[in-house]
T-cell receptor, first 114, second 113 residues
Framework: NAGVTQTPKFQVLKTGQSMTLQCAQDMNHEYMSWYRQDPGMGLRLIHYSVGAGITDQGEVPNGYNVSRSTTEDFPLRLLSAAPSQTSVYFC?????????????FGNGTRLTVT | DAKTTQPNSMESNEEEPVHLPCNHS???????IHWYRQLPSQGPEYVIHGLTSNVNNRMASLAIAEDRKSSTLILHRATLRDAAVYYC??????????????FGKGTHLIIQP
């Protein structure tokens, strides 16, 4: 059981380039979300999805797009990367009693934008 | 969500118990207390959660004050592998939509061999 898998582990982009951070979970969880973590700060919610075909914005959604065509996958797209998007990105999912069951996190994608 | 206050860092010795405090004086009746930890270069990992009663699982124990304004995560016998940042988070289960767990800066736990 792989849990939450994020790819790639590391990525370097130039300003203005686009890319997609991949997230997949094999636990049949309805809820998935994306966080970013910056040095000295906690995790901040970017986007989330409560099920296939449904997405919504979190605390810091600007510059990022998401889609949820399947239960398993929740990719995060950067359309035009900016240095301010240099961060570590974590994908998380949860199932069961959505309000009170634990979040399962991937091991992150470390993104550098130059 | 109500806020929590944790010490920035704590140090303990290997094989000794560790008590990690968390203050949450503005907690509401529908807030659950969650603890996560983050090991170096990994994503956060769920540790334990509770509402009013003390809770135990294979990783840790959670002691909740009677007035619920504070709680303590207890690691009964710390190992080097327990060195991590520990986050105390309040989760309002009456709130729908985003599971926007608010991760603050947490407590950096250092374990000395």
């Amino acid at each position: 059981n792989a849990g939450v898998t994020q790819t790639p582990k590391f990525q370097v982009l130039k300003t203005g380039q686009s890319m997609t951070l991949q997230c997949a979970q094999d636990m049949n969880h309805e809820y998935m979300s994306w966080y970013r973590q910056d040095p000295g700060m906690g995790l901040r919610l970017i986007h989330y999805s409560v099920g296939a075909g449904i997405t919504d914005q979190g605390e810091v959604p600007n510059g990022y797009n998401v889609s949820r065509s399947t239960t398993e996958d929740f990719p995060l797209r950067l359309l035009s990367a900016a240095p301010s998007q240099t961060s570590v990105y974590f994908c998380a999912s949860k199932g069961g009693d959505r309000h009170n069951s634990p979040l399962h996190f991937g091991n992150g994608t470390r993104l550098t934008v130059t | 969500d109500a806020k929590t206050t944790q010490p920035n860092s704590m140090e303990s010795n290997e094989e000794e118990p560790v008590h990690l405090p968390c203050n949450h004086s503005t907690i509401s009746g529908t807030d659950y207390i969650h603890w996560y930890r983050q090991l170096p270069s990994q994503g956060p990992e769920y540790v334990i959660h509770g509402l009013t009663s003390n809770v135990n699982n294979r990783m840790a124990s959670l002691a909740i004050a009677e007035d619920r304004k504070s709680s303590t995560l207890i690691l009964h016998r710390a190992t080097l592998r327990d060195a991590a940042v520990y986050y105390c988070i309040l989760r309002d289960v009456s709130w729908g939509g985003a599971d926007g767990l608010t991760f603050g800066k947490g407590t950096h736990l250092i374990i000395q061999p």
